[in-house]
């Protein structure tokens, strides 16, 4: 499985994060799709096949084991982020909460 580091996230590429719905609202990559992990069986369709996709959660566990289902399902255009949530934060890497608190993983 191909890992990509956070510094090396290109501003063309689709983030997934896979986290939990309060993991998203605490804190999130700028421009990210949310998608929690136990939604993409049902929600497949909605993950791009075109483009690149970075697929990110809190520290690359589940982020994974998401890559190797789509990769089940024949998708050939996945990276996991290497460290996840908590590199891209370490990382400086642009984030926004909604929930109106500064930005943060937990």
Same mark, same amino acid.
């Given at each position: 499985?191909?890992?990509?580091?956070?510094?090396? /996230?290109?501003?063309?590429? /689709?983030?997934?994060? /896979?986290?939990? *719905?309060?993991?998203?609202?605490? #804190?999130?990559?700028? #421009?990210? +799709?949310?998608?929690?992990?136990?939604? +993409?069986?049902?929600?497949?369709?909605?993950?791009?096949?075109?483009?690149?996709?970075? +697929?990110?959660?809190? *520290?690359?566990?589940?982020?994974?084991?998401?890559?190797?289902?789509? =990769?089940?399902?024949?998708?050939?255009?996945?990276?996991?982020?290497?460290? #996840?949530?908590?590199?891209?934060?370490?990382?400086?890497?642009?984030?926004?909460?909604?929930? #109106? =608190?500064?930005?943060? /993983?937990?």
């Amino acid at each position: 499985m191909e890992q990509v580091a956070p510094a090396a /996230v290109d501003d063309g590429v /689709v983030v997934l994060d /896979v986290r939990e *719905s309060d993991e998203w609202q605490a #804190g999130h990559a700028e #421009g990210a +799709v949310h998608l929690p992990m136990m939604e +993409v069986p049902a929600r497949i369709g909605e993950i791009p096949r075109d483009r690149p996709v970075v +697929v990110a959660c809190r *520290s690359g566990k589940r982020s994974a084991q998401v890559i190797a289902y789509l =990769q089940g399902h024949g998708y050939d255009n996945l990276r996991n982020l290497d460290g #996840g949530m908590q590199a891209w934060a370490g990382a400086a890497r642009p984030m926004v909460s909604d929930d #109106g =608190q500064p930005a943060r /993983v937990i």
